[in-house]
């Protein structure tokens, strides 16, 4: 990326966004890197904010002339379990504020588009060990449905107009520096709160419910990484299949209790049971290893150490 280049993230104030943001801007100079949010303040004062409606278009094509905008990290939209609450208002988001990056590229205004998918978009009859990149995918939740459909419109706009989107299909992701945002995954950061808090959680999960997890670290490096990978090396351009470690509540709980010898969880399964039981166990991410040399760092040891060392940090 050149010195001329500008990088604007859509939806910084998500859990991913703020991580993002902040890497970005110790690789690249802050200027160069603009945070918007749907809201109108940020708390973020190291660099530009712009207060941005993802599906006002007009809005975004003048952020875009604005700033001279290079790349798009677009990251704004509504996750699994609040999706199922607002099925009409999260195919809206996360849909309509798609298109109007892809038409943004599309016209030229932008070189590079990044947006994530996600394991929702596979679904009870994908198989569930080692899930393949390519393989059956029947999403049974409003968010599995509007990532697929969006993996379809991502490679359908760089093999139509040769549009250099890119794009991971996440696991669930874990981090202690923002609160989690309305995900079926959102467990494995609750439990640590509750664990240095009240010492017990009741997870909404069972207890041998095995899902593809990773730390948020390993979750911005690929991000960054596929974003600054030769085009050349890259084979997929609907999403690339990630994987960190796979692990169940009763499992991470072991891990806490190592370091907590009192604490204890319970298990009280809402409606997310179902969401979780949809998804794969394990992902076989080969092609990103392949392509552009992904390879994660975190196990579950080392995430429970840093999480629990961080958040019992003063702040």
């Not at 802050?30 to 712009?50: C, K, M, N």
Request: with cysteine; net charge neutral.
């Amino acid at each position: 990326m050149s010195a001329n280049d500008r990088i604007l993230v859509i939806g910084s104030a998500g859990q991913i966004g703020t991580e993002l943001v902040t890497r970005l801007r110790e690789i690249y100079k802050p200027h160069q890197v603009i945070a918007s949010d749907i809201r109108a303040e940020s708390t973020d004062l190291s660099g530009p904010y712009e207060k941005l409606n993802v599906l006002n278009a007009t809005e975004v094509k003048e952020i875009l002339q604005k700033h001279k905008i290079t790349e798009v990290y677009l990251l704004a939209a509504m996750l699994s379990a609040t999706g199922e609450k607002q099925p009409l208002a999260a195919w809206d988001l996360n849909m309509n504020g798609l298109f109007h990056i892809l038409e943004a590229a599309r016209e030229g205004q932008i070189q590079k588009l990044y947006w994530p998918s996600s394991i929702a978009v596979f679904g009870p009859t994908t198989p569930k060990i080692n899930t393949p990149q390519l393989t059956i995918t029947e999403p049974s939740t409003v968010y599995g449905i509007s990532k697929l459909a969006g993996e379809r419109w991502c490679e359908y706009y760089f093999n139509k107009y040769g549009t250099d989107v890119r794009s991971l299909r996440y696991p669930g992701l874990i981090s202690w520096k923002s609160a989690p945002g309305g995900g079926t995954t959102d467990y494995a950061v609750h439990i640590f709160h509750e664990a240095l808090k009240n010492g017990k959680y009741t997870c909404f999960l069972t207890e041998n419910t095995r899902l593809p997890m990773m730390y948020m670290p390993d979750g911005i490096r690929a991000t960054i990484d596929i974003m600054q990978a030769s085009a050349s090396r890259l084979s997929i351009r609907s999403s690339y299949n990630l994987a960190g470690i796979s692990f169940t509540p009763a499992e991470i709980a072991t891990e806490i209790k190592k370091h907590l010898p009192n604490f204890e969880i319970s298990y009280a399964p809402d409606f997310r049971q179902a969401i979780a039981e949809s998804w794969p166990e394990s992902i076989n991410d080969s092609l990103a290893r392949n392509d552009w040399g992904w390879n994660h760092e975190y196990n579950l040891s080392k995430i429970t150490t840093d999480m629990l060392q961080n958040l019992r940090a003063p702040k």
